[in-house]
């Protein structure tokens, strides 16, 4: 489950929010490992996307979601996998794809689990932010690790 966490969160997120146009325009080969969820993986969505495609990577089916709530951002949501070993994959990924992703402060919240990654501020940049909690972290419910990914496409000013 690592492993398509990182695929999901680093070659369809951070690619597509890099290319500026979206899961639809990222190459054939790397559309061709994903297919449109079923409308009951919707309720996994972490952030509303009422109108746009939820779409599964086959590495994961049935166990992780990838959705884009707006332009030029993309989520990736799954549970179970470990939170650090996963996030620790993900930002290597991340940074041998996109070198000058450095470290940035982030604030936990309910999320006890954070990592944040960006790159200079300019037309180009983006944001790849890890939140996650293990089982049984105060507040949390959910009886297996949540992790979740989301890029977010810089606009220059």
């Avoid at 690790?145 to 977010?152: I, P, Q």
Wanted: charged share 20%; aromatic share 6%; net charge positive.
């Amino acid at each position: 489950m690592s492993a398509a966490f990182a695929e999901a969160a680093v070659d369809v997120c951070l690619e597509a929010s890099l290319s500026g146009g979206g899961i639809p325009g990222l190459p054939p080969a790397v559309r061709a490992r994903l297919t449109v969820a079923s409308p009951e993986l919707r309720e996994m969505v972490r952030t509303p996307n009422p109108n746009g495609n939820i779409w599964e990577i086959a590495s994961a089916r049935g166990l992780m979601v990838i959705s884009e709530p707006s332009p030029g951002e993309c989520e990736v949501f799954t549970y179970g996998a470990p939170v650090e070993r996963t996030f620790k994959t993900t930002m290597a990924a991340a940074r041998k794809k996109v070198p000058a992703l450095n470290p940035a402060p982030v604030r936990t919240g309910y999320d006890p689990i954070v990592r944040r990654l960006e790159t200079p501020e300019g037309p180009a940049g983006v944001t790849l932010e890890l939140r996650g909690a293990e089982p049984g972290a105060p507040g949390h419910l959910f009886r297996f690790s949540t992790l979740t990914a989301k890029t977010t496409r810089k606009l220059g000013r």
